[in-house]
């Protein structure tokens, strides 16, 4: 990969990152509003380290560490900054289960979304597909049978990596579900700064997970995804702090992140039955949805493109 190829993957992660975590800014910026000046620079300058560091960071390694157990802890680490020739293989080979479970989950993502939780509605037929909320447990059930039907025929282990990314999304929505019910509880009972710093965190950890899978969509090297995700988790954790009321006039920015994520678990999946995707589909994709629904909601809030 040249430099520019790096750069615009980079530049897609970061984006990603970014807009996939609106709903996390949002929860921090809650609950940070009732701490102490004080936990609230701790929890941007140490959060910050765990959020990077040791969520977003350790979670690529595990993920290649599991398609390649038998390296070790060790060699993995070594051998992803050393682009070691077995594992590269051993992951070219291994790749495909990684890419359906996690497009399959980034897929069941994308339609709770769209039939089941609150939103602006941003496009034509949102609103309909929003009053037919009972229907996401059959579409989601017929698209993972019809996944499978096809996955078995080229192999069973590509069909069992399907239904373990669905596992996947109904263990991570449920926890983000007791997550927005002990936000309220959280934010009712005036628990102490220390335990509302630990339940950012956790909830952190939980959220951290859709934007790591994605980013399995615009490259396997850990180190661009380090460096990408992390200037996205920096990003915003900036503006966490300082201009998160800005961010949530922007009405129709979660749209945009839902349809990247459409767009990206698709490729995913097309990548997994061995469909050759341009390295640039997934940033480019990425940018021009966000830039849309961007763009979109600067005409609601009647401002120029500048601000």
Same mark, same amino acid.
């Given at each position: 990969?040249?430099?520019?190829?790096?750069?615009? %993957?980079?530049?897609?992660?970061?984006?990603?990152?970014?807009?996939?975590?609106?709903?996390?800014?949002?929860?921090?910026?809650?609950?940070?509003?009732?701490?102490?000046?004080?936990?609230?620079?701790?929890?941007?300058?140490?959060?910050?380290?765990?959020?990077?560091?040791?969520?977003?960071?350790?979670?690529?390694?595990?993920?290649?560490?599991?398609?390649?157990?038998?390296?070790?802890?060790?060699? %993995?680490?070594?051998?992803?900054?050393?682009?070691?020739?077995?594992?590269?293989?051993?992951?070219?080979? @291994?790749?495909?289960?990684?890419?359906?479970?996690?497009?399959?989950?980034?897929?069941?993502?994308?339609?709770?979304?769209?039939?089941?939780?609150?939103?602006?509605?941003?496009?034509?037929?949102?609103?309909?597909?929003?009053?037919?909320?009972?229907?996401?447990?059959?579409?989601?059930?017929?698209?993972?049978?019809?996944?499978?039907?096809?996955?078995?025929?080229?192999?069973?282990?590509?069909?069992?990596?399907?239904?373990?990314?669905?596992?996947?999304?109904?263990?991570?929505?449920?926890?983000?579900?007791?997550?927005?019910?002990?936000?309220?509880?959280?934010?009712?009972?005036?628990? @102490?700064?220390?335990?509302?710093?630990?339940?950012?965190?956790?909830?952190?950890?939980?959220?951290?997970?859709?934007?790591?899978?994605?980013?399995?969509?615009? %490259?396997?090297?850990?180190?661009?995804?380090?460096?990408?995700?992390?200037?996205?988790?920096?990003?915003?954790?900036?503006?966490?702090?300082?201009?998160?009321?800005?961010?949530?006039?922007?009405?129709?920015?979660?749209?945009?992140?839902?349809?990247?994520?459409?767009?990206?678990?698709?490729?995913?999946?097309?990548?997994?039955?061995?469909?050759?995707?341009?390295?640039?589909?997934?940033?480019?994709?990425?940018?021009?949805?966000?830039?849309?629904?961007?763009?979109?909601? %600067?005409?609601?809030?009647?401002?120029?493109?500048?601000?």
């Amino acid at each position: 990969m040249n430099i520019i190829s790096a750069l615009v %993957t980079i530049f897609g992660l970061g984006l990603f990152e970014i807009i996939n975590s609106v709903d996390n800014a949002i929860i921090n910026a809650e609950v940070l509003s009732t701490m102490k000046a004080a936990s609230r620079k701790w929890f941007v300058t140490w959060g910050l380290f765990f959020s990077v560091i040791v969520v977003r960071g350790l979670l690529p390694f595990l993920i290649v560490l599991l398609l390649n157990p038998k390296v070790g802890i060790l060699g %993995t680490i070594t051998a992803v900054f050393h682009s070691d020739a077995r594992v590269a293989q051993s992951l070219h080979e @291994s790749a495909p289960y990684l890419l359906l479970a996690g497009g399959v989950f980034m897929i069941f993502v994308f339609f709770h979304w769209l039939f089941l939780e609150e939103k602006n509605f941003g496009l034509p037929g949102e609103k309909f597909i929003a009053s037919q909320g009972v229907w996401f447990y059959a579409i989601v059930s017929i698209l993972l049978t019809v996944i499978v039907w096809y996955a078995i025929q080229v192999n069973p282990y590509l069909a069992l990596s399907a239904v373990v990314g669905s596992t996947v999304f109904f263990i991570t929505h449920g926890f983000k579900q007791q997550a927005a019910q002990a936000e309220r509880s959280l934010l009712k009972k005036g628990m @102490s700064d220390i335990s509302k710093i630990l339940y950012l965190e956790v909830i952190d950890m939980t959220f951290s997970i859709d934007g790591v899978l994605g980013s399995f969509a615009f %490259t396997f090297f850990v180190p661009l995804i380090l460096i990408g995700n992390g200037l996205g988790a920096f990003v915003l954790r900036k503006i966490t702090v300082s201009n998160i009321e800005n961010i949530k006039k922007y009405l129709y920015i979660k749209n945009g992140a839902m349809y990247s994520i459409l767009i990206l678990g698709s490729i995913m999946m097309l990548d997994s039955f061995r469909m050759e995707i341009p390295f640039w589909a997934s940033p480019l994709s990425t940018s021009v949805i966000v830039g849309y629904f961007f763009l979109k909601s %600067t005409k609601v809030l009647k401002l120029p493109v500048s601000q």
